[in-house]
Nanobody, 120 residues
């Protein structure tokens, strides 16, 4: 199971750190990701990380502003979000991938979402 938290209301230009607690073992081959869904839009890929090599990949819209990371011993996944923009407003979801990828169907375990609202 996955549980995401840390969302909130922040002004444009501000920062937030999202956390995702994973229960159960995460294997070295695991891929973990963050997605987000704005009102009226489909869920979109934000970032992913390979659990063992810590290699990362980001959507162009967040590259240079967001950083995905993980804490192996604690089975925690993080998303540090800096220089937030109103268009970053969405419900953010963490997910465990069944394979490496940026599509929703590459991920088979999803946490509940956490709301991020960025005011202008």
């Amino acid at each position: 199971q996955l549980q995401a938290y840390g969302g909130g209301l922040v002004q444009a230009g501000g920062s937030l750190r999202l956390s995702c607690a994973a229960s159960g073992r995460l294997y070295s081959s695991s891929v973990m990701g963050w997605f987000r869904q704005a009102p009226g839009e489909e869920r979109k890929f934000v970032a992913l990380i390979r659990w063992n090599r810590e290699s990362t990949y980001y959507a162009d819209s967040v590259k240079g502003r967001f950083t995905i990371s993980r804490d192996n011993p604690e089975n925690m996944l993080y998303l540090q979000m800096n220089s937030l923009k109103p268009e970053d407003t969405a419900v953010y979801y963490c997910a465990k991938g069944s394979r490496y990828g940026t599509r929703q169907d590459d991920y088979n375990i999803w946490g509940q979402g956490t709301q991020v609202t960025v005011s202008s």
